[in-house]
């Protein structure tokens, strides 16, 4: 079988290894790819959502499957593009169509799906420049803290939580009137705070069955301690303590099950990974979003404790038969670590060379994020540029072992949290 992998980050580097290992895979080519990807096979210069660029290469080098790490190609509807064009129709895309992947491009699309299916959500309204006074006036009487959402996609920084009524008004002025995310906040979503611990929970589906992957917890904020800015991820481990069986048959029965079940009922063309953006209430799970694929750093964990063929799920997704497959794990605990650039989520320098990367072992694996090839070395090229991902009998040990090689590897501006799990140790 012949891949076609599209993404360049560690969650790209996670599922190339992961499916580079299966006995069904042929050739695999990522694109545009990273340093780690061009281990796994071959990375190739082109750009996510060049969709015609794409077809004539899958046509060129015969390619049976293709695989959107990130949601950009999805939201732009690159399943609809396959699906529409006879010459590309007999090649499966692992992922949802355009409408589809809407539960992650658009929060109010989101928040009606879970209102007509019953699946457990913060209260929320919407607003935009038609109904624009009647936010400030909603905003003015809100109880303390506001979530206001931007209601398009913003690179995982679209979310504010303030926790005054003056702030919450700055911030929902700047989202809309002066495009703070672009046109991504032309709609702002306002959400009661819930107040609890979050997790991502995973499944895979054939748009009718479904498979619950290994569930992760990640860490957003830049410093130890959960302090400073909101980041793309700085860390995060597998299992999560709290996500015992009677919480998850919560999970499977209050969310999972309404979400597939309403998506077959209305339509809705959906294969792929389905991300469950969950936060523990008081031991009752909501969901705080949906994404349409696998998270990021989450994949770093998830991938390594997943025991199955990645390409055998696929294989399985693609004809229909999901419901044939179980799924196993490694009962060990997974911890990985982000080594980020100075300066990261804000201004930061690339081009800086990386020394000191480990071999992979059955106990840790290195995924490059931001990373790229030049001759011989190996350069920062992202804000995220490496993921550490330890495996061990117990969090203390799989964290320890990545502290370790996160102080082994070199580069200018290195910078990453120690932390990674704490409130579980």
Known sequence: MNILLLGSGGREHALALKMSQSTQCGQLFIAPGNAGTAQCGKNVNMGVSDFEKIKTFCLEHAIDLVVPGSEEALVNGIYDFFSKDAALQHIPVMGPSQEGAQLEGSKAYAKLFMQRNNIPTAAYREFNEKNYEEGIAYLQQHSLPIVLKADGLAAGKGVVIVANHEDALEEFEQMIKSAKFGDASKTV????????????????????????????????????????LNTGGMGAVSP????????????????????????????????????????NVAGEPFVIEYNCRMGDPETEVV???????????????????????????????????????????????KNKVITGIPAPTRDQIVFHAGTKQDGNDVLSNGGRVLSITSLAADLSLALAHSVQTAEQIAFDGKVYRRDIGYEFI
């Open 240 to 279: 999560v303590p709290f996500a015992d069986a009677a919480f998850m048959t919560k999970v499977e029965d209050q969310i999972i099950r309404p979400t597939i079940a309403g998506l077959s009922k209305e339509g809705i063309v959906y294969y792929g990974f389905v991300f469950f953006g969950l936060i």
């Open 189 to 228: 979503v306002v959400e009661e705070f819930l107040t609890g611990i979050e997790l991502s929970v995973f499944a895979i589906t054939d748009g009718h069955s479904y498979k619950i992957l290994p569930e992760a917890k990640d860490y957003k904020r830049i410093g130890e301690g959960d302090t400073g």
């Open 303 to 349: 991938m390594p404790r997943l025991q199955n063929d990645l390409l055998e799920l696929f294989t399985a997704v693609a004809q229909g038969k999901l419901n044939e497959q179980t799924i196993y794990a490694d009962a060990r605990v997974a911890a990985t670590m982000m080594l980020v650039s100075k300066g990261y989520p804000e201004a930061y320098e």
